[in-house]
């Protein structure tokens, strides 16, 4: 993030933001795909595994322009998803939501991070590579739609 600009708030997810996480999640083709239900059970303090959903808008606009959504396995996270909306990608958005995302997932004891990720989506593993992700695994042929594999990466919380 540039110095000089304010900072993005970085708040939990709420029904309200369904809209526009929606929106973002739409408009980027690589990013997962789900129905209105998966998120909204992000907010059900029953579900299991439960998960941390986080959003970060924009200062200037009050709009969202990144979510992460993780569910908590403790001592280890899933990093499910994390998405920034075209017009504000390139800015650091990511890493200053993984950052919040991160110290909230050690307040709750978490030690790892695991996620997967296409193979080919390289700004992605580009991203996870500047967080601190590592390669474990790779699950052949597990995408459809075009067929690839899955990238499996981890990062231990210090």
Do not use: K
Request: glycine content about 2%; overall charge neutral.
């Amino acid at each position: 993030m540039n110095p000089n600009q304010p900072q993005p708030q970085i708040r939990p997810m709420t029904p309200g933001d369904l809209d526009q996480v929606l929106a973002i999640e739409q408009s980027l083709p690589q990013a997962p795909h789900w129905p209105p239900s998966a998120y909204l059970a992000a907010f059900n303090p029953l579900a299991s595994p439960p998960r941390l959903a986080l959003v970060a808008e924009d200062p200037a606009t009050h709009l969202v322009a990144a979510f992460a959504v993780a569910s908590l396995l403790p001592s280890q996270a899933e990093l499910e998803l994390i998405a920034v909306a075209p017009g504000a990608q390139r800015r650091g958005l990511a890493r200053f939501l993984f950052a919040a995302l991160r110290q909230q997932l050690r307040c709750r004891q978490v030690t790892e991070v695991i996620l997967e990720v296409r193979a080919s989506n390289l700004p992605a593993l580009a991203l996870y590579s500047q967080l601190g992700f590592t390669e474990t695994a790779r699950r052949t042929r597990y995408y459809t739609d075009p067929v690839e594999d899955a990238a499996l990466l981890s990062l231990h919380l210090a």
